[in-house]
């Protein structure tokens, strides 16, 4: 990587297995450089330092090249272990909710994500029971649901979750996806009545962490970098207040989630109810 090859074919390999994944962990993204660098004989750096440089430099470079296809290549954050992932976006904002999702989804699965999508959204603690969102498919608009069963709703939500549109917080309850976030940010803004909590730390939308009662909110991996009061406690960086947090297990599904913490302050939260939510 020492002379500068301009966009050349570790970039198209490295974009094709984007594409293909849509979202990667980090790790992957390594190997993913791994095999782009290795394909081309071009050395792949030693330090992990280097090896990030590596990967933050060809993407930029793959960015410029896809800006006007509407896509790029951005971080995201899991909000409940914060795992890092890079995923591939589509930056347009035209047509109709949720079309410009990378996906292979069907419509009908489509509409069922939207459904899932907002009640997970005006759910008080974003996280919606499995038997709530498989009731859903009886919302489902536009003829969709003719001939969508139970099976498939089950099917859909298990290819949302391997996806990472939506996110398996234990074993009974689904919430938003990091993926779902970072590509549909002005969509979530505008289902929530265009204010979203933003983390007090790290300043992304937060759907999910630590609600100071004075309004501040953090992300629970966020929350981990500030100094300790006590054993699991921390104070609130504007009101002082003592707020608790907890590592989780990254075992997922192992453990029902404690959603203490998001409960605590429901009252001082803002919530509006978006217009079509259906609400019966
Ligand atoms: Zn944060
Ligand atoms: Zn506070």
Not at 201 to 221: D, E, N, Q, S, T
Not at 225 to 239: Q, T
Request: glycine share 6%.
């Amino acid at each position: 990587m020492e002379t500068d090859r301009g966009y050349d074919d570790e970039h198209r390999i490295f974009l094709q297995g984007m594409m293909s994944h849509g979202i990667l962990d980090f790790k992957s993204v390594f190997e993913l450089l791994e095999a782009a660098l290795g394909l081309c004989k071009i050395a792949i750096p030693d330090s992990r330092a280097e090896r990030d440089k590596a990967i933050m430099k060809l993407v930029s470079e793959i960015n410029d090249n896809i800006r006007e296809l509407n896509l790029t290549i951005r971080k995201g954050v899991d909000e409940e272990n914060g795992t890092n992932y890079f995923m591939l976006i589509n930056t347009s904002q035209r047509g109709p909710v949720l079309s410009q999702l990378q996906t292979s989804l069907s419509a009908a699965e489509l509409e069922y994500l939207r459904l899932l999508a907002t009640e997970i959204l005006l759910a008080e603690d974003r996280a919606l029971p499995s038997n709530v969102a498989l009731n859903l498919i009886g919302k489902m608009e536009g003829n969709t649901n003719k001939k969508f069963s139970l099976q498939d709703a089950e099917a859909t939500i298990s290819k949302l979750i391997a996806n990472k549109w939506l996110r398996k917080l234990d074993r009974a309850n689904v919430g938003i996806g990091v993926r779902f976030i970072g590509e549909m940010g002005d969509w979530i803004t505008e289902c929530l009545g265009g204010e979203v909590e933003k983390c007090k730390i790290c300043r992304k939308m937060a759907l999910r962490g630590i609600f100071c009662p004075c309004g501040v909110v953090y992300h629970k991996v966020c929350a981990m970098r500030l100094p300790a009061a006590s054993d699991d406690k921390f104070n609130c960086m504007k009101c002082k207040a003592e707020l608790t947090r907890s590592v989780e297990e990254e075992d997922e599904g192992s453990q029902i989630v404690s959603q203490a913490p998001a409960r605590e302050s429901n009252k001082s939260r803002k919530r509006r109810v978006i217009s079509d939510s259906e609400e019966d």
